[in-house]
């Protein structure tokens, strides 16, 4: 009888963090249009909204990835457990948004996820080899941006020298326009399955489904709060990102959007969860770094390094907490569990 209420409420609650998650990483898809005028706002964020719904129905690799590759079986956690994993990443998720620190979501619901899972049953039932997979694919993933960034930045560099710096940035502009609609496509093509991974793992430990195949509806109601929530934005991060990080033209925010689209979609075709936020920025500072690299600023980075670094460990003793409280509130409610 408990069962399906607490599905119910996973399901609730996970397409609440794709919503956040949606207004917490508008600006990885937008941040460098938008700052360097190539684009206005509201086009640009509506776009990227459709952008992301598309881009979110075309995969379910990485959803597979998350379900399956964090706990050892599905039998051997509830749904209570995935309901405090989720209430300790969108609690972080809320504070990084609301000081405007472009964190990682994806870091926060793997965080919030082990510390629920660890501290409900035990580390036993903790996927050793998925999750060190799922971290390899979260810490190389800015890495790789910010080293192939700079090599994109320096192949533009050589083409263009023998032209004029107006009609450079005039075809940027243009061009950084078709690079920030791939960027929204592959955000959404990777970040939106992470819901659904973890509403599947849950229809799965609840016996509702009998596999670890996303159903159709668990895609679309997905893919559907992503963009419901990037259409709401999340300018306080689009200012972080966009600005703040280096002063940039047109021509590197298309180096920036088209590289970070890259490693995304590539990550989303192997299957591998990886955070759009830390590969943005890793897109800027690579891109950044080419220019000059006095012009990054570098104490705004080692400020978001510093809150990647503390997501995981974090969040995850806030899904610690989380369950400690709902389990405790659960007997008090209902004395009979």
Request: aromatic share 8%.
């Amino acid at each position: 009888m408990l069962d399906t209420p607490l599905i119910i409420l996973v399901v609730v609650l996970a397409l609440a963090f794709d919503f956040i998650n949606g207004f917490h990483d508008t600006a990885n898809a937008i941040a460098t249009c938008v700052s360097t005028r190539a684009i206005r706002p509201g086009i640009a964020i509506m776009g990227s909204a459709f952008l992301n719904f598309v881009g979110a129905m075309i995969s379910t690799g990485v959803a597979k990835t998350i379900g399956g590759d964090i706990v050892t079986s599905p039998a051997m956690i509830n749904e209570l457990v995935i309901v405090a994993g989720l209430v300790g990443a969108i609690v972080w998720n809320l504070l990084t948004w609301w000081f405007g620190m472009p964190s990682s979501s994806s870091h926060a619901l793997i965080g919030g996820m082990i510390g629920a899972v660890a501290f409900s049953v035990g580390t036993a039932a903790l996927n050793d080899w998925g999750i060190i997979k799922i971290f390899l694919s979260l810490i190389l993933s800015p890495v790789t941006a910010i080293v192939v960034g700079y090599i994109i930045m320096n192949i533009l560099f050589v083409v263009c020298r023998n032209f004029k710096p107006a009609k450079i940035n005039m075809t940027a502009n243009r061009l950084q326009v078709v690079s920030a609609a791939l960027m929204a496509f592959s955000h959404g093509s990777n970040d939106a399955q992470k819901s659904m991974g973890i509403i599947t793992l849950a229809l799965l430990s609840g016996g509702v489904i009998d596999t670890l195949e996303v159903p159709t509806m668990v895609k679309f109601l997905c893919a559907l709060a992503m963009a419901l929530g990037t259409s709401v934005g999340g300018w306080k991060i689009i200012r972080t990102v966009g600005g703040k990080i280096f002063k940039m033209h047109p021509i590197h925010g298309f180096a920036a959007d088209l590289n970070s689209a890259v490693v995304i979609f590539s990550a989303t075709m192997l299957h591998l969860p990886v955070s759009t936020t830390h590969v943005v920025s890793g897109s800027i500072m690579g891109v950044g770094a080419a220019q000059r690299a006095k012009a990054v600023h570098w104490n705004v980075a080692r400020q978001m390094v510093t809150a990647w670094v503390m997501t995981i460990p974090c969040t995850a003793i806030m899904g610690a907490i989380s369950y400690y409280i709902i389990s405790h509130l659960m007997v008090v409610v209902l004395p009979g569990l």
